[in-house]
């Protein structure tokens, strides 16, 4: 569905992406776990088109989605949920919503797919009014993903989505994840909490300092490893 | 008391050119956390096209009116593509400075053209006053009231009730989220800056037509009593730039009855210089919030 190869992102002269490849199948939850500074930030930052890459390819199906701009690429059937949320704070939850179906047209279909949000995320359509960023953490992260959805993607990016939550809401990221998998939802999901990426994950990439270090399924490699690597690197260590 | 009262009334006359003014002036900051010095001198280009239309081919007022509404948006927009378009993310200083420049650069362009100092400009209803009882309301001050409001309520009503409002909110609130969401974040600051200058070219107009004449001078004019108003109501606040340009209009019109027209601008600097000191986001405004991004080049 959406593969990257060789992609080379840089800020500067240092290159945060030394040359990545991985590929997302369709219809799974593929997961990218890494150290900080391993670069799955702006791996994402990149396949949504906020970052340039200096070389590479990103191909949704068979579209090459490097040069456009964000805009296109949302319209193409990618949709990222950002690190840190970043709901419109001033903006009332519903208006939102209708932020992330900018791309549509359809307004009836909108009107539909903003009573399907509400029916998936009970607690955003009781506080439909409200402002968003007077939200909890755990339901701006809830309007957020429903923000993405929003744009009828094909596949949905989603960016540490458990950070800063408590380790209930957490828990409900995640089921809500294989629960959108379930539906039919192919979704790339970059994660520190190693423990519960694999326990959704079909299959997944370590990344250490701006290179895939291993591919494979959960299980193929014992979950304490994977922790370590993912939270420490092999690489460069002391000793 | 009657001289109180009509002070009052001639002040919310004036001050809602200013409030005219301010308006543009916000839908800039508010969207862009940008300033514009060259938002006034883009209106004083369309004060001239509408001038030059009038002197060589005699053209109407509303002639005028499009003209000056027009050259101002044009201008603004050769502005924002070469000081704010290309500007990266956290450089405010820079693109203020280069629209500092291009204001040196308009009114040079508009000396060259016509280099008399002073050219006629068309009124709009000379003189004509309307009676209430013991006081007086000019016409054409009426006509500049009534555009305030209701230029207000449009541009009030687009950014709460309109897709492209919805756009410039999702900008104003988190611009790389704008992005994330499909929203074409360049298209639509240029279009903000478009309208705001459009929005500057009507108060231009009103305000010519009142003066009958234009200078190279009214550019800076134009960005001082903008910026001024704007302050005073509040960064980034529709409602807060009308009420600003009413309380500037009235402080001046008193000011200069009370105290002579030599103090009327000194008067009104020290409001606002007040207004920095106790309350700097203004009567209706927010404190200033964080810097707008733009994608980055890798």
């Given at each position: 569905?959406?593969?990257?190869?060789?992609?080379?992102?840089?800020?500067?002269?240092?290159?945060?992406?030394?040359?990545?490849?991985?590929?997302?199948?369709?219809?799974?939850?593929?997961?990218?776990?890494?150290?900080?500074?391993?670069?799955?930030?702006?791996?994402?930052?990149?396949?949504?088109?906020?970052?340039?890459?200096?070389?590479?390819?990103?191909?949704?199906?068979?579209?090459?989605?490097?040069?456009?701009?964000?805009?296109?690429?949302?319209?193409?059937?990618?949709?990222?949920?950002?690190?840190?949320?970043?709901?419109?704070?001033?903006?009332?939850?519903?208006?939102?919503?209708?932020?992330?179906?900018?791309?549509?047209?359809?307004?009836?279909?909108?009107?539909?797919?903003?009573?399907?949000?509400?029916?998936?995320?009970?607690?955003?359509?009781?506080?439909?009014?409200?402002?968003?960023?007077?939200?909890?953490?755990?339901?701006?992260?809830?309007?957020?993903?429903?923000?993405?959805?929003?744009?009828?993607?094909?596949?949905?990016?989603?960016?540490?989505?458990?950070?800063?939550?408590?380790?209930?809401?957490?828990?409900?990221?995640?089921?809500?994840?294989?629960?959108?998998?379930?539906?039919?939802?192919?979704?790339?999901?970059?994660?520190?909490?190693?423990?519960?990426?694999?326990?959704?994950?079909?299959?997944?990439?370590?990344?250490?300092?701006?290179?895939?270090?291993?591919?494979?399924?959960?299980?193929?490699?014992?979950?304490?490893?994977?922790?370590?690597?993912?939270?420490?690197?092999?690489?460069?260590?002391?000793? | 008391?009657?001289?109180?009262?009509?002070?009052?009334?001639?002040?919310?006359?004036?001050?809602?050119?200013?409030g005219l003014l301010a308006l543009g002036f916000t839908v800039i900051f508010g969207v862009m956390r940008?300033l514009n010095?060259?938002y006034?001198?883009?209106?004083?280009?369309?004060?001239?096209?509408?001038?030059?239309?009038?002197?060589?081919?005699?053209?109407?007022?509303?002639?005028?009116?499009?003209?000056?509404?027009?050259?101002?948006?044009?201008?603004?927009?050769?502005?924002?593509?070469?000081?704010?378009?290309?500007?990266?993310?956290?450089?405010?200083?820079?693109?203020?400075?280069?629209?500092?420049?291009?204001?040196?650069?308009?009114?040079?362009?508009?000396?060259?053209?016509?280099?008399?100092?002073?050219?006629?400009?068309?009124?709009?209803?000379?003189?004509?006053?309307?009676?209430?009882?013991?006081?007086?309301?000019?016409?054409?001050?009426?006509?500049?009231?009534?555009?305030?409001?209701?230029l207000a309520?449009?541009v009030q009503?687009?950014l709460?009730?309109?897709?492209?409002?919805?756009?410039?909110?999702?900008?104003i609130?988190?611009?790389?989220?704008?992005?994330?969401?499909?929203?074409?974040?360049?298209?639509?600051?240029?279009?903000a800056?478009?309208a705001a200058?459009?929005i500057g070219?009507?108060?231009?107009?009103?305000?010519?037509?009142?003066?009958?004449?234009?200078?190279?001078?009214?550019?800076?004019?134009?960005?001082?009593?903008g910026l001024?108003a704007m302050m005073?109501g509040g960064l980034g606040s529709v409602p807060g730039a009308v009420v600003g340009g009413?309380?500037?209009?009235?402080?001046?019109?008193?000011?200069?009855?009370?105290?002579?027209?030599?103090?009327?601008?000194?008067?009104?600097?020290?409001?606002?210089?007040?207004?920095?000191?106790?309350?700097?986001?203004g009567?209706f405004g927010?404190?200033?919030?964080?810097?707008?991004?733009?994608?980055?080049?890798?």
């Amino acid at each position: 569905m959406l593969d990257v190869s060789d992609l080379v992102t840089a800020y500067g002269k240092i290159e945060a992406l030394k040359g990545v490849s991985l590929h997302v199948e369709s219809e799974k939850i593929t997961c990218l776990l890494g150290p900080n500074g391993a670069g799955k930030t702006t791996l994402m930052m990149t396949i949504a088109g906020i970052l340039q890459p200096r070389r590479g390819s990103i191909r949704l199906g068979g579209t090459e989605l490097v040069g456009l701009s964000p805009a296109r690429i949302v319209a193409r059937g990618v949709a990222l949920v950002p690190e840190n949320r970043l709901v419109f704070p001033q903006m009332s939850v519903l208006e939102n919503l209708l932020a992330g179906a900018y791309q549509r047209s359809d307004k009836a279909e909108i009107n539909v797919d903003v009573e399907r949000m509400y029916t998936r995320f009970p607690h955003l359509r009781e506080r439909h009014q409200q402002l968003a960023g007077t939200l909890s953490g755990g339901e701006q992260q809830m309007l957020a993903v429903a923000r993405a959805l929003m744009s009828r993607p094909r596949v949905l990016l989603m960016d540490e989505p458990s950070l800063g939550l408590a380790p209930l809401v957490v828990a409900e990221i995640f089921s809500i994840i294989s629960e959108l998998n379930r539906d039919g939802t192919t979704i790339f999901l970059v994660e520190q909490n190693a423990h519960m990426a694999l326990q959704v994950a079909h299959q997944f990439f370590l990344m250490e300092q701006g290179r895939i270090t291993f591919k494979g399924t959960p299980g193929q490699l014992a979950e304490d490893e994977v922790i370590q690597r993912a939270y420490l690197g092999t690489r460069r260590t002391a000793g | 008391m009657v001289d109180f009262f009509q002070n009052t009334i001639d002040g919310v006359m004036i001050g809602s050119s200013y409030g005219l003014l301010a308006l543009g002036f916000t839908v800039i900051f508010g969207v862009m956390r940008r300033l514009n010095l060259s938002y006034g001198p883009s209106i004083m280009i369309g004060g001239y096209l509408g001038t030059v239309l009038y002197l060589n081919h005699g053209a109407g007022p509303l002639v005028v009116a499009g003209a000056v509404v027009l050259g101002a948006a044009i201008a603004g927009v050769y502005v924002e593509r070469l000081c704010f378009a290309p500007m990266k993310a956290g450089a405010g200083i820079a693109s203020m400075v280069s629209s500092f420049a291009i204001w040196m650069q308009l009114e040079q362009a508009a000396i060259l053209v016509l280099p008399r100092h002073t050219y006629p400009f068309p009124p709009l209803a000379t003189g004509a006053t309307l009676e209430f009882g013991p006081f007086f309301v000019r016409i054409d001050h009426l006509i500049m009231l009534v555009c305030a409001l209701g230029l207000a309520a449009a541009v009030q009503v687009t950014l709460y009730r309109t897709r492209f409002g919805l756009a410039l909110r999702a900008i104003i609130g988190h611009p790389v989220a704008a992005h994330l969401v499909g929203i074409n974040v360049r298209r639509a600051m240029l279009l903000a800056f478009a309208a705001a200058s459009a929005i500057g070219g009507v108060a231009g107009f009103l305000v010519l037509a009142v003066d009958q004449q234009v200078t190279p001078m009214f550019g800076m004019w134009a960005t001082l009593k903008g910026l001024i108003a704007m302050m005073i109501g509040g960064l980034g606040s529709v409602p807060g730039a009308v009420v600003g340009g009413l309380l500037l209009g009235v402080i001046e019109t008193h000011s200069q009855w009370y105290f002579g027209p030599q103090f009327r601008d000194l008067i009104a600097y020290v409001v606002l210089f007040a207004f920095l000191v106790a309350r700097p986001g203004g009567l209706f405004g927010r404190a200033p919030s964080p810097d707008i991004t733009t994608p980055q080049k890798a």
